[in-house]
Every structure is written in structure tokens, then in C-alpha cells.
Nanobody, 122 residues
């Protein structure tokens, strides 16, 4: 298990932007394939983005393609999720996760952080 800490959530108006960060204290981030998932009340958790070890391959769910950008700075030990053109349906708790291998399924991730709340007001 890897401890992951998300930050950057908050309240934003529809159409606005927000950037989430994920850190893995004491860990070499470059060892892990990583991703972001989200869960809204009453809905199943959804994998929204994933990124490979070097950051030159990314995956996005259709629901966020073109609006969200996942990136990582291994030197700083941090992963990011830049969110723009936010919609009310983006309201959810966002979690960062890590995997020892490449995956684009929730089950493929080994551990998740505690999450950070993103609320988009319409």
C-alpha cells in the first residue's frame, strides 16, 4: 500500500477551472502507474484519467475528454489533474490511485487516497 494524499478540491462555478494534486510522501512516484477516479453521491466510482510512469501516455474517460488533463512531475513526486469547463455533473469526491502495472480499470489500481471534494455550482 502506498499512502496518497490529494489536495486542491473546492467549490467552483460551472465553466470554471480547478487543479487537483496528488502526492506520495516518501515514495518514488516514477515507480507507479497512476490515475484519478471520482465518485458522486449515489453513483458508482468512475475512472476519469490515467497516466503511465513517464507521463507520455494518458487515458481519459469520454465524460472528461478534452476538458481534463492529467500530468505528473516525478521530480516533485506529484501528479495533477487540471480540470476546465467544469460542469455540475463533475461534482464528486476525486481520488488518486496507483498501480504497479498499466491499467485502465478501477480494479487494476492497488491503492487510493482519501479523496478531495470538488463541487461545481450551476
Amino acid at each position: 500500500q502506498v499512502e496518497l494524499i490529494e489536495s486542491g478540491g473546492g467549490l467552483v462555478q460551472a465553466g470554471g477551472s480547478l487543479t487537483l494534486s496528488c502526492a506520495a510522501p516518501g515514495r518514488t512516484l516514477s515507480r507507479y502507474f497512476m490515475g484519478w477516479s471520482r465518485q458522486a453521491p449515489g453513483l458508482e466510482r468512475e475512472l476519469v484519467a490515467a497516466i503511465n510512469w513517464s507521463g507520455d501516455w494518458t487515458y481519459y474517460a469520454d465524460s472528461v475528454e478534452g476538458r481534463f488533463t492529467i500530468s505528473r512531475d516525478n521530480a516533485k513526486g506529484t501528479m495533477y489533474l487540471q480540470m476546465s469547463s467544469l460542469k455540475s455533473e463533475d461534482t464528486a469526491v476525486y481520488y488518486c490511485g496507483e498501480s504497479p502495472g498499466a491499467t485502465i480499470t478501477l480494479a487494476g489500481f492497488r491503492s487510493w487516497g482519501q479523496g478531495t471534494q470538488v463541487t461545481v455550482s450551476s
